[in-house]
C-alpha cells in the first residue's frame, strides 16, 4: 500500500481569509489542496471560479480541482493553466474521452468523479487516459455532511479494475472522511483522503492530519 496523501478541501477554509487557511494546512502537511468549484447546476451550490485557482497554485501546494459543473468541456481549459488533478463528473461529460485527452494532453493529471449512485464499469473506457479516480462519499454540493460508508465497497471494485488495468492510478475518497472513517477506505484502497470539516474544524490540524495519514486499514 502506497503512502497515504491527504487533500484538505477549501470548502470548509474560512472563505474571507483563505490565505491563512491554505498557509496553516500546507505548515500542517496537507500533500494536495482540493478546491470544489461549483457552479449552482450542477449541484445547487456556487463556489470558485479561475480567478481563485489562479491564485491558490501559487502557494506551493498542488491544486486538486474537483469540477461540479454542468458543462465541463467549456470550464475545463480554464482552469487547466492552474491545477495538478483536474476532476470531472462521468455524469457531466458529454464526451469524457476526449475531455480526459485534453486535460492529459495540457500535462495535467486527468481526473474522474463517480457519485454515489455512478457504477465503476461508467470508467471501465477511458482508464487508461486516468490518472485518479475520485470516489464521492457523500452526494456533492456542500461540505460536513455525513459519510456515506458503503461506499467502501465500490473504492474496493474501483481497486481491482485499476490493478487489472495495470497502471498507477489514484484513488481518492471525497466527503464526510474522518479519522474514525478513514482506515476503512484505506483498507479498501483509497490512497488520498479528502478531507474538509474534519480538518478544518480541527483545533490541531497538524495531528488531525497525521491521523488521517497514518489511518491503518480497520476491517470492517
Ligand atoms: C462535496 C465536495 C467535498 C466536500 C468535502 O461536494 O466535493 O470535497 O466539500 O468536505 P467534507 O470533508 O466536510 O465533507
Ligand atoms: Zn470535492
Not at 464526510?176 to 479498501?188: K, P
Not at 474544524?201 to 495519514?213: E, H
Request: net charge negative; proline share 6%.
Amino acid at each position: 500500500m502506497g503512502k497515504i496523501r491527504v487533500s484538505p478541501s477549501l470548502i470548509s477554509a474560512d472563505p474571507a481569509n483563505l490565505e491563512a487557511d491554505v498557509f496553516s494546512v500546507k505548515e500542517a502537511g496537507a500533500d494536495l489542496l482540493h478546491l470544489d468549484v461549483m457552479d449552482g447546476h450542477f449541484v445547487p451550490n456556487l463556489t470558485y471560479g479561475p480567478l481563485t485557482a489562479e491564485r491558490l497554485c501559487h502557494y506551493g501546494i498542488p491544486l486538486d480541482i474537483h469540477l461540479m459543473v454542468d458543462n465541463p468541456d467549456s470550464v475545463v481549459p480554464l482552469f487547466l493553466p492552474h491545477a495538478s488533478y483536474l476532476t470531472v463528473h462521468v455524469e457531466a461529460a458529454t464526451h469524457l474521452h476526449r475531455l480526459l485527452q485534453l486535460i492529459k494532453d495540457h500535462g495535467v493529471k486527468a481526473g474522474v468523479a463517480l457519485n454515489p449512485a455512478t457504477p465503476p464499469d461508467t470508467i471501465s473506457y477511458v482508464l487508461d487516459l486516468v490518472d485518479l479516480v475520485l470516489v464521492m462519499t457523500v452526494n456533492p454540493g456542500w461540505g460536513g455532511q455525513k459519510c456515506l460508508t458503503g461506499m467502501a465497497e465500490k473504492v474496493k471494485a474501483v481497486k481491482s479494475m485499476v490493478e487489472s488495468s495495470g497502471r498507477s492510478i489514484d484513488i481518492a475518497v471525497d466527503g464526510g472522511i474522518t479519522s474514525m472513517n478513514a482506515g476503512l477506505f484505506v483498507s479498501s484502497g483509497a490512497d488520498i483522503l479528502v478531507s474538509g470539516s474534519h480538518v478544518f474544524k480541527a483545533s490541531d490540524r497538524r495531528s488531525t492530519i497525521l491521523a488521517l495519514k497514518e489511518s491503518t486499514p480497520k476491517h470492517p
